[in-house]
Protein backbone atom coordinates (compact mmCIF):
# COMPACT_ATOMS: atom_id res chain seq x y z
CA UNK A 1 0.00 0.00 0.00
CA UNK A 2 1.32 3.38 -0.93
CA UNK A 3 1.61 6.40 1.19
CA UNK A 4 -0.65 8.41 -1.07
CA UNK A 5 -3.73 5.64 -0.72
CA UNK A 6 -3.16 5.20 3.07
CA UNK A 7 -3.72 9.23 2.88
CA UNK A 8 -7.05 8.68 1.35
CA UNK A 9 -5.73 10.21 -2.27
CA UNK A 10 -7.02 8.75 -5.43
CA UNK A 11 -3.50 7.95 -7.56
CA UNK A 12 -5.30 8.40 -10.65
CA UNK A 13 -7.60 11.81 -9.90
CA UNK A 14 -5.68 13.21 -6.42
CA UNK A 15 -9.22 13.56 -4.88
CA UNK A 16 -10.04 11.85 -1.49
CA UNK A 17 -11.78 8.97 -1.32
CA UNK A 18 -11.96 7.84 2.15
CA UNK A 19 -15.15 9.08 3.64
CA UNK A 20 -12.49 9.15 7.29
CA UNK A 21 -10.05 11.11 5.41
CA UNK A 22 -12.22 13.50 3.94
CA UNK A 23 -13.64 13.82 7.45
CA UNK A 24 -10.17 15.09 8.54
CA UNK A 25 -10.42 17.60 5.95
CA UNK A 26 -13.45 19.68 6.68
CA UNK A 27 -12.02 19.25 10.11
CA UNK A 28 -9.24 20.95 9.19
CA UNK A 29 -11.00 23.45 7.04
CA UNK A 30 -13.54 24.18 9.92
CA UNK A 31 -11.10 24.92 12.14
CA UNK A 32 -9.06 27.06 9.92
CA UNK A 33 -12.34 29.18 9.66
CA UNK A 34 -13.19 29.45 13.07
CA UNK A 35 -9.17 30.46 13.98
CA UNK A 36 -8.72 27.69 16.07
CA UNK A 37 -6.08 24.65 16.50
CA UNK A 38 -7.33 21.24 14.62
CA UNK A 39 -6.95 19.83 18.56
CA UNK A 40 -9.75 21.55 19.98
CA UNK A 41 -12.09 20.70 17.93
CA UNK A 42 -11.78 17.05 18.71
CA UNK A 43 -10.84 18.04 22.20
CA UNK A 44 -13.82 18.43 25.27
CA UNK A 45 -13.42 22.04 25.48
CA UNK A 46 -16.40 23.28 26.64
CA UNK A 47 -15.74 27.09 25.57
CA UNK A 48 -19.04 27.96 23.23
CA UNK A 49 -16.74 29.26 20.62
CA UNK A 50 -15.07 25.34 20.02
CA UNK A 51 -18.55 24.15 20.41
CA UNK A 52 -19.72 26.06 17.85
CA UNK A 53 -16.62 24.98 15.61
CA UNK A 54 -17.24 21.19 16.75
CA UNK A 55 -21.09 21.21 15.64
CA UNK A 56 -20.33 22.98 12.75
CA UNK A 57 -18.14 20.17 11.57
CA UNK A 58 -20.09 17.58 12.90
CA UNK A 59 -23.17 19.31 10.37
CA UNK A 60 -20.75 19.39 6.99
CA UNK A 61 -19.02 16.10 7.60
CA UNK A 62 -23.21 14.86 8.11
CA UNK A 63 -24.15 17.00 4.64
CA UNK A 64 -21.34 16.74 2.44
CA UNK A 65 -20.09 12.65 3.10
CA UNK A 66 -23.50 11.59 4.64
CA UNK A 67 -21.48 9.27 7.87
CA UNK A 68 -24.03 7.72 10.45
CA UNK A 69 -24.11 9.61 13.33
CA UNK A 70 -21.68 6.62 15.29
CA UNK A 71 -19.34 6.96 12.27
CA UNK A 72 -19.46 10.64 13.21
CA UNK A 73 -19.29 10.02 16.93
CA UNK A 74 -16.17 7.73 16.69
CA UNK A 75 -14.04 10.55 14.97
CA UNK A 76 -15.23 12.97 17.24
CA UNK A 77 -14.87 10.30 20.03
CA UNK A 78 -18.33 11.22 21.29
CA UNK A 79 -21.69 8.88 21.75
CA UNK A 80 -24.06 8.87 18.96
CA UNK A 81 -26.91 10.86 20.83
CA UNK A 82 -24.02 13.71 21.53
CA UNK A 83 -23.32 13.89 17.89
CA UNK A 84 -27.37 14.43 17.50
CA UNK A 85 -27.41 17.07 20.37
CA UNK A 86 -24.95 19.21 17.96
CA UNK A 87 -26.61 18.88 14.81
CA UNK A 88 -29.52 19.96 16.54
CA UNK A 89 -28.05 22.75 18.15
CA UNK A 90 -27.59 26.42 16.96
CA UNK A 91 -27.74 27.68 13.37
CA UNK A 92 -27.94 25.36 11.00
CA UNK A 93 -29.78 22.95 12.51
CA UNK A 94 -32.89 22.47 9.82
CA UNK A 95 -35.18 19.24 10.75
CA UNK A 96 -35.00 18.38 13.69
CA UNK A 97 -37.32 15.07 13.69
CA UNK A 98 -34.75 13.61 10.80
CA UNK A 99 -32.99 12.23 12.83
CA UNK A 100 -34.85 10.16 15.05
CA UNK A 101 -34.68 6.88 15.12
CA UNK A 102 -30.99 6.44 12.99
CA UNK A 103 -27.88 5.25 15.19
Not at 33 to 61: F, G, K, L, T
Request: hydrophobic letters at 40%; charged letters at 25%.
Amino acid sequence: MTQAIFQGDCRWCSKVTDPLAQARVIVQEVADEHRIPVDDVYSRDQRAYIVAARACAMRRIRNELGLKLMAIGDIFGLDHSTVIYHLNSGRGARDRTSLRGEH
